[in-house]
């Protein structure tokens, strides 16, 4: 059976593709991002972290820049960048989808 693409991310996986958004980073200069970034509420452990670029990595949606010694530094590709915007793109329409419900609950 062949193995399917990502077709979504979970929050965890947003916040990495956004802390390689501008620069390329190592590990924990992307969960000390995410976690200054959400003020703590999106903490990635060493495991959930590492799981997540190893998956990102086989996905080719970040790429490995340079390493040295145990430090490996990543930045995201193209199809990292693609993701990225659909699922920002999803992510609004349900907001919007949740606003119009709420103004539309109000009303009645």
Known sequence: MARQPLK?????????LLALWRQERCGTEIAAYVRQLTEGRAALGPG???AILGKFQEEELIRESWSQGRMRVYRITENGRALFR????NMRRCVDDGQREMREGEET
């Open 8 to 16: 979504s991310l979970t929050e965890s996986m947003f916040y990495v």
């Open 48 to 50: 959930t972290l590492y």
């Open 86 to 89: 659909r699922e920002m793109e």
